[in-house]
Each structure stands twice: as C-alpha cells, then as structure tokens.
C-alpha cells in the first residue's frame, strides 16, 4: 500500500521540517511584533492608538495568501527587496513567508494580548500606581505578567492557526509540506494514502500543540 | 475604553508633556518610515501616474478583471455558507447527542476537519474531482475551492452551534423535559430557535474567513477569483504594487462591511426581545483555516471598550 512512498525521491521529513521551521520563526516574531502592537493600542498617546488600531484592521482583513504574494512579487522581484539572503532563492522564500505570516498572524496576537490586559482587575493598576510604578513599570512588572498568563488559550489557538496557515508558503514557492502534497499527488495515483499522510502529519503537529499548551494554560490560570 | 482605566490615571502636565514628548517620536518614526517607503516606490517608478490610472480612466480594468473575479470570490464564498450551515449545525447537534456512538464519530469528525489546513483539503478535493467525477476542467478549481471550505468550515461552525445551544439557559430544557417534550422536540422548538440568535454574528464573522481563504484557491488552483486579478492586470499594465494595493483595499472594505453587519447584529440581538443576552464569539484567531478551538461565551453586555 505504501509503496509509492519513495523516501528517496520524496523528502517528506524535510518538508515538514520547513513547516516546524517556519512555524518557529513567525510564531518568534509575531509575538514579539503583536505585544509591541498591543503596547500602542493600550498606550496613552493617541497617535499610536490610531497607528495600532489601523494596522490590526488593515492586516486583518487582507487575505493571508495575498500578503504573502505581496511579499514576494512585490517586496522582492518590484522593489529589489532581499532580506539580506542575496542570490540564495531557498532562503529568500522562507525569509520572505516569514515576514508575511509575522505581519498578519501578530495582529491576532495583539487582539488576544490586548482582551488578556482587559481580564487584569482595575484594583491591581491603581494599587501598582500608588506605589509610584510608571506607566512602564505597570505594564511590565503588573499587568503583563498577569495578562500573559490569562492570555495562553487564546495565543495557543493562534499559534495552532499559524501552524497551518505555513502552508501557503507554497504559493511562492517554498518547499513546504503542502507544495510536496501537490507535487505527489500529481505524480502518484494513490491519491488517498498520500492526503491521509499528510492530514496525519499536520495532526501530529497541532494536537499535541494544543493539549499542552491547553494544560498549561489551566496550569498558569490566575486564580481569582 | 475599560483598558484605559487598567493602565493609567488621567494625564497631569508632566504626564501630558511626555505623551506629547512621545507621540512626537513616533510621528517622527513613522514619518521616516513613509519616507523610505515612498523614496523606494519612487526610485522603481512604482508612483507613475501611469500605473495607477488606468484604475480610474481604463474601465475594462474593472469590468475584465477585478468585478468578475470579485464576484467569483463572493460566489465561493456564499455557496461554501449556505452548504457549510446545515452541516454545521447537523455535526453540532450531532456532538451533544446522549449516545455516545453518535457523539464520539461527529467529535471525531470535526476535530480531525478542524486540525488540517485548509488548503490540504483543497487540494484534495481538486485531485479527487479529477479523478472520480466528470466535472469540466474549467469548472473544477471552483468545487475544489467550495469542497475544502465545506469541510473546514462545518467544523468550525458545528462548534459554533454546540456553543450557541450549550450557553442557553438550563431552565429551558427542564421546561421543556416538564411539559413531556421528545428530545427532538426539545431540540426543533425549544432551543435551536434560541440558539439562532446566539449564534448569527459569529456565523457572519466565519463568512470573513472563508472570503479571505477563496484567494487560496487563485493563487495554487488556479480559480480565478479576485486575488488571482492581480496577476492579470499587472501582466497588462506592469503595476504589480499599484494592483496588489487596489485588490488588497477591495478585500478589506468587504470584510469590513461584514464585520460591521456583524457588530451591529450583535448589538440588535443583544438588545432584542428574544435574546437571552449571551452572544457566542469564535476565537479571533479563527482566520486562514482558522483555528477553531476558542469559542467563548461572552456574558451580557460587558461594556468593551473599542468593538473591532
């Protein structure tokens, strides 16, 4: 039954190593990106605010693949924009998927950040005020720790939707788990077993993803 | 603005004079951000007045690429709704069913749909219309792109259904049981209208992410919806910046007037007579092949600040 399956000729660990890769990377940075977010949309200076607000709802709305395109069709072949990966096509791809998934996967960071900042009781801000903090200080010492923690459920949907969403890599190009689907697929006639392995794949990858990160969060919960 | 009041006091002077001192910075930042964007465009010839006319003097910009595509991607967009609705809430009701041979399969079912990108489920759905059925080549992206979104989406909205029926109050399952209703009958006349309300503007949210995941089947399916005009024009006008912008802006105000049907629906339901004050909200990180997973039932009017 699985004969077809010629390691040799298709490297499927490979391409799944890709898609943990990339997973890694934008999951890095669209954390990082999506808090600083979430810092403007909360901060107290009205520019940033707007600045934060239009960026999550441009982003949001845009269809993933189309960023993604804009990034390679726009940034790199229109504007000469390489990412410092000069002639290495491989590396070029993945530097540019990864900008396009932290640009749009940090806006829902930024929304499940911000809804976790609102779960924080206005009596701890006040009390972190009275002793002097700033508004720094508030957030870093006081209200993020205890926002961060409320905030795993959320941010472990988001991570398990990002996951997945690496398989759009394929459409510029990058040798992801889908684009090897795809090529096997319409070389092999075992149509079936293939999708059955790659479903099973991305299986292997999100549920466990999920039933950690789901205890964990249970596990950090601040009990109130 | 409940956020506001975590975070900090309202501003005295000194406080006033850094806002100020910051939003400065920023402006500044931002400032020297948009002039290198522009000194960027602008060294590639990408602000030529003649790449960006042809989108207003050139109709057949509109009338050959961008309205037939927009339209494709609507067309997907609402079968893959209207099928994926009745599946959902057969998968949901079929989820809280009490026996358990029917419960564990329909759990099995859409935690499977809903753990597999979207687009895997495309491509199957392409190859397997390729090689079981006579559908005609030209026609065939069209179904593969409908066919992924059903599975997914069913999924996602089954939970949605399972979430909506769950938060009704348990007083009208015991009214029901009380006057001898059938669990069908409790189901069909009791609840399920109930849940409708519950349910709708999460439902219309969902239709965001199925419009923005039809641009996966234009751009590795080849259906030629709104995305995929993109290519088209830019082919014809050497615009690639000028047309990704153009479709990016239609995208957005779409998913924008949807978003804020959906706000507003809220907000009516909340206030109707018929609700009981709960809306079910699907986790934001629903989006390409979403999440799924967060369904959360918010309680009555929670007084959030900014509504997105």
């Known amino acids: 039954m699985f004969e077809f399956l010629d390691l040799e000729r298709y490297d499927l660990f490979g391409a799944f190593w890709v898609t943990v890769q990339l997973t890694f990377y934008s999951a890095v940075g669209s954390l990082i990106w999506g808090t600083i977010l979430a810092g403007m949309r909360v901060s107290p200076v009205p520019i940033m605010r707007a600045f934060g607000t239009a960026y999550v709802h441009i982003f949001r709305n845009t269809p993933l693949t189309l960023i993604i395109l804009a990034c390679s069709q726009g940034l790199y072949f229109t504007l000469n924009f390489d990412m410092g990966a000069g002639k290495d096509l491989e590396a070029l791809g993945f530097r540019l998927a990864v900008l396009g998934f932290v640009a749009y996967t940090a806006t829902f960071v930024c929304e499940a950040v911000r809804s976790g900042i609102n779960t924080v009781p206005v009596g701890q801000a006040e009390a972190a005020r009275a002793l002097g903090l700033n508004f720094f200080q508030v957030l870093r010492l006081i209200v993020l720790p205890q926002a961060y923690r409320s905030v795993v459920a959320p941010l472990a949907n988001v991570l398990i939707a990002l996951t997945k969403n690496t398989t759009i890599a394929s459409a510029i190009g990058v040798a992801e788990a889908s684009a090897l689907m795809k090529a096997m697929i319409e070389n092999e006639a075992q149509l079936i077993p293939i999708a059955a392995i790659f479903a099973l794949g991305f299986i292997i990858l999100t549920l466990p993803m999920g039933l950690f990160l789901g205890w964990v969060s249970k596990r950090v919960a601040v009990k109130r | ?308």
């Open chain 2, 1 to 308: 603005m409940s956020d506001l009041s975590v975070l900090y006091d309202a501003p005295g002077p000194r406080a006033r004079r850094r806002n100020v001192l910051i939003a400065t910075l920023f402006v500044i930042l931002l400032a020297a951000g948009a002039w290198w964007l522009y000194g960027t465009l602008d060294d590639n010839g990408e602000l030529d007045a003649r790449k960006w006319d042809p989108f207003v003097t050139d109709s057949r910009v509109w009338t050959t690429y961008l309205l037939p595509g927009l339209q494709a991607t609507l067309t997907a967009a609402a079968l893959a709704m209207v099928i994926a609705l009745p599946l959902g809430a057969i998968l949901g009701i079929g989820r809280l069913s009490d026996h358990w041979w029917i419960s564990k399969p329909v759990g099995a079912i859409v935690e499977f749909f809903r753990a597999i990108p979207v687009l895997l489920l495309m491509l199957f759905a392409n190859e397997a219309y390729a090689m079981w059925t006579d559908v005609d080549r030209s026609d065939r992206p069209m179904y593969a792109v409908v066919t992924g979104l059903v599975l997914y989406n069913a999924s996602v909205l089954a939970e949605v259904v399972k979430a909506g029926i769950l938060s009704l109050p348990k007083g009208q399952r015991d009214a029901a049981q009380a006057i001898g209703m059938r669990k069908s009958q409790m189901m069909t006349f009791v609840l399920l209208p109930q849940a409708v309300t519950v349910m709708l503007p999460a439902i219309v949210s969902q239709l965001v992410v199925i419009v923005k995941d039809t641009a996966l089947g234009g751009a590795l399916l080849g259906y030629s919806e709104l995305m995929r005009s993109v290519g088209l024009v830019s082919a014809n006008y050497g615009n690639v910046i000028a047309s990704f912008v153009v479709v990016a802006v239609i995208f957005i105000v779409v998913n924008f007037l949807i978003t804020s049907f959906a706000s507003w629906l809220e907000g009516k339901l909340r206030r109707g007579k018929r609700s009981t004050g709960v809306t079910v909200t699907v986790d934001p990180g629903a989006q390409v092949g979403g999440v799924g997973g967060g369904m959360a039932v918010a309680a009555p009017p929670s007084g959030d600040g900014e509504k997105a």
